[in-house]
């Protein structure tokens, strides 16, 4: 194996440089007959107006607004001691179990893949997240670690999620059978509802430690939140940095007028190929391994956003288009075929990073030469770009709309941007559509139907 070469010092040369944004290709001039046309935008403009001052106003008090979860880069601040202090005792800890699903899981997961990808350091405790109802995970976890070094963090907004109860019930018990109660109660710590819930009424009844999610902002939305800062401050993450991030985007989005607002031109743009383009399909494919995940919570952000009946367009299709995850160069592999050759109703949405933290010269001896001339010297981080390129070039000459996010690096600061850019732009295009980008009512059927079941049936 050669040796690593550090090209630049990704988190010094780019802390504060913000996202390149390039919407060139979902335009028509861009990527001709299926991309947005001026017209058509035009046509937007006085929905564009009236979407941005309905933001503007219900994001006006803080964390009381409506969409608190565009104020958190100021409203958290306050919080931060608190956060930093209670990570600080969880830093203690080898293994740091964190539980909760969805909204409560997915932006945690998301910034710790792709910030300890360029940064690991063994000294961190290691983060272990339970999600689903799967006893295969967490047999792993408690055959890997000692009660006497398990912190658990138990994350739930409502209080009740059914998948999150059933494993902290199960992790509470067996540290308690290894340590006593009182030992037990201090490896604890709770991300809840303030002031309601099963959680908040047992975080108070045994004192267990415990931190408010702001009662207007959604799971989706409240990576920036406790929920998302405080796991991610026991593992070193820059949290500050990352409200910095999303405080420098929501900066450059104040504009009413769309070429000066990078959130509502994107919601513009992804409102009108799904209305008037027929695009059904939204890929968000990352040329960066360690943003996979951020891939996972956009899926869950704009779906569970956006997929909703309109009443305001009778007989029409409903909202939202269908959000999928692919990660270049490995599924030019898998899915690329069908990208070029299927359906023209996708939009794709490509991330390529400008500065590695590490990088890796091709060696070929000169025998090996002749089989890949192309390859002579290149460092990894010259062939992915190529490789990013090529393919961008191949979906543009499709047909298919397309735009890029560069980024200048990957660092706290860098994510707290996207992460800001993406709710902003999921509340804008909600508005376009008319819905209620914040709820999601459908998801209760199941849930319901679910209790009803484990009602019905007798305890094996
Ligand atoms: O976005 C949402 O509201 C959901 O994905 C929730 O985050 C998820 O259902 C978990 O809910 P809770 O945090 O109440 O346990």
Redesign the pocket.
Known sequence: MTTPNKISSAQNLSAQKLLHIDTRRLYETGTGAQGVGAAEMNALLPELQRAHQTLVKKSETGLEAEYACLNLHTGMQSLLPTIQAMAENIRRYRDVAVI???????GAKAVHQALSAANPDAANPRLHFLENIDSYRLHALLQNCTAENLAVIC???????M??AVQYLILRAWLEKNLGKEKARQQQWIV?DPSQ?WLRDLAQREGIAALP?PPKV?????VLTA?GLLPLAAVGVDIQGLLAGASANAARCVAAERSQNPALELAALFYLLDIQKDKRISIMMPYVDPLAIFGDWYC?LWA?SLGKRMQSRPGKPPAGTLPVRAMGAVDQHSQLQMYLESRLDKIFSFIALDNWDHDFTVPLPPPDQKFFPHLAGKHMHEIIEAEFQATRQVITETGHPNMTLRLPALNAHVLGQLIDLYQRVTVYTGLLYGINPLD?PA?EKGKKLAVQLLSANPTS
């Open positions: 909760g699903i969805g909204g409560s899981s997915l994350i739930s907004k409502s209080g009740g999620t998948e999150t809840t819930g999610v959604g799971g989706r939305y409240s929920v869950q569970e999601q998801v």
